[in-house]
C-alpha cells in the first residue's frame, strides 16, 4: 500500500497485519485517483471517510491538500494507527474517530464536498449508506459520495446513482448531489 499522489507520494504504508481491514487496492485506489483528479479540485475540499480501516483514502486525500478530512472507525488499532500516521507525516488536517459509522452518521451534521464509504463487504447494512448521506443532506451541492462494494452488488437504485466502475471483484458507485 502506498500513497499515490500529493505531497506523500511514493510513501509505503505499513499497517500492523492484525488489522480487522480490507484495503482498497492500489490498483483500484489509482483508478479512482486518476478519476477523480478530472472531476474536482483536491485542495481546500472537506473529506468524510467512512469505515477508514487503514485510511489508506484518507492519507490520499489529505496527501493532495484537502482542506479537512474525517476518518470513522470503529477499530481502536485502526484509529490508532492512522492517528499515529497522520502525526509522523505532518498531516494536521486529518480527524480521527472512533465510532460506529452509523452511529456517526445518527448525528453528524457537517457537509462535504466528497464521501467515500468502504465498508465491509458483506455489511448487510452497506445498501442503506447513499439514503442515509442524501437524507441528512451531508453532501454540499455538486458533492459526491464514492461506495467501495462488491462487483456483483447493484446501487443503482438510488436516485442520485450517476455510475459504477467495476475493478475485478470490487466496484466503485458514484453519487451526486446535484
Do not use: W
Not at 507520494?9 to 483508478?31: F, I, Q, S, W, Y
Not at 492512522?82 to 459509522?101: C, F, P, Q, R
Amino acid at each position: 500500500m502506498r500513497i499515490i499522489g500529493g505531497k506523500l507520494r511514493g510513501l509505503r504504508l505499513n499497517p500492523p497485519k492484525n488489522l480487522p481491514v480490507r484495503p482498497t487496492t492500489d490498483l483500484a485506489k489509482e483508478a479512482l485517483f486518476n478519476i477523480l483528479q478530472n472531476q474536482i479540485e483536491f485542495e481546500g475540499i472537506r473529506v468524510l471517510d467512512l469505515f477508514s480501516g487503514t485510511g489508506n483514502i484518507a492519507l490520499e486525500f489529505a496527501s493532495r491538500d484537502a482542506a479537512e478530512v474525517v476518518a470513522v472507525d470503529r477499530s481502536i488499532h485502526c484509529v490508532n494507527y492512522l492517528k499515529e500516521t497522520a502525526v509522523k507525516h505532518g498531516l494536521s488536517n486529518i480527524k480521527v474517530y472512533k465510532e460506529d459509522v452509523f452511529k456517526y452518521l445518527a448525528f453528524e451534521t457537517d457537509r462535504f464536498h466528497l464521501v467515500f464509504a468502504d465498508p465491509p463487504y458483506d455489511l448487510n447494512r452497506l445498501p442503506e449508506i447513499p439514503g442515509i448521506i442524501f437524507d441528512k443532506n451531508l453532501l454540499l451541492p455538486g458533492g459526491l459520495l464514492i461506495v467501495e462494494h462488491q462487483s456483483m452488488q447493484n446501487l443503482s437504485k438510488h436516485p442520485a446513482f450517476a455510475e459504477q466502475r467495476r475493478y475485478g471483484h470490487s466496484s466503485f458507485s458514484f453519487f451526486l448531489n446535484q
